[in-house]
């Protein structure tokens, strides 16, 4: 069946360092591709999206890139700080003729910032 | 405030219980879900709802129903719970690409 690896689950970096978070799907027909931010005790939050029509999408000091051809996309977070520390789940989805869009969720990573 | 609103926060059952899952939003979405949390394994889909009135599986559904009460709301039922179930159960609704997760509902079942 369809699914969605992610790697590492576990990253720890010291704080103003980059990090890092891989993932790889198997639907071809997948073509968006949001990354959640999941801090203690809450619900996942949307922090960015890619579309399968780019290649590369910034906000502020956050990035996803995403390979078609592999069939992978990556969340870079520059200049790390402690408020960064959560899991982070990234998902591969692609629309129903109903309208809706069921998420495919990677096993999530969660990320230490040390200061 | 605007947003997805699950009850029970945290929930004890034993073996061969039931209960339900509320949820509830207020951004007019049409479509409602249900994941489940475990360690290692992501959140993995129970059931959703395209919209009121219609209901459907996702990759987990044994064990679990639910019910589309209106637009606002879309509950989820344990008839009689299992140790396998013990997970933190999300709800979301969605419109636009992005899900609105609710905070959760913790569930041991001892």
């Known amino acids: 069946g369809e699914n969605v690896e992610q790697h590492p689950s576990t990253l720890s970096v010291q704080e103003g360092d980059s990090a890092v978070i891989k993932c790889t799907y198997s639907d071809s027909a997948s073509n968006y591709f949001p990354w959640y931010k999941q801090e203690l005790g809450k619900g996942p939050q949307l922090i960015i999206d890619?579309?399968?029509?780019?290649g590369e999408k910034k906000d502020q000091r956050i990035a996803v890139t995403l390979n078609k051809t592999a069939k992978h996309f990556s969340l870079h977070i520059t200049e790390t700080q402690p408020e960064d520390s959560a899991v982070y789940f990234c998902a591969a989805s692609r629309g129903q003729a109903s309208g809706t869009y069921k998420y495919i969720f990677g096993t999530g990573t969660r990320l230490k910032v040390l200061a | 405030n605007a947003g997805v609103t699950q009850t029970p926060k945290f929930q004890v059952l034993k073996t061969g219980q039931s209960m339900t899952l509320q949820c509830a939003q207020d951004m007019n979405h049409n479509s409602m879900y249900w994941y489940r949390q475990d360690p290692g394994m992501g959140l993995r889909l129970i059931y959703y709802s395209a919209s009121e009135g219609t209901t459907d599986k996702g990759e987990v559904p044994n064990g679990y129903n639910v019910s589309r009460l209106n637009k606002r709301e879309f509950s989820l039922r344990l008839e009689s719970a299992a140790p396998s179930q013990t997970s933190v159960y999300f709800c979301a609704s969605f419109v636009a690409y992005g899900y609105t997760f609710g905070s959760g509902t913790r569930l041991t079942v001892v």
């Open positions: 890619i579309r399968s029509n780019v």
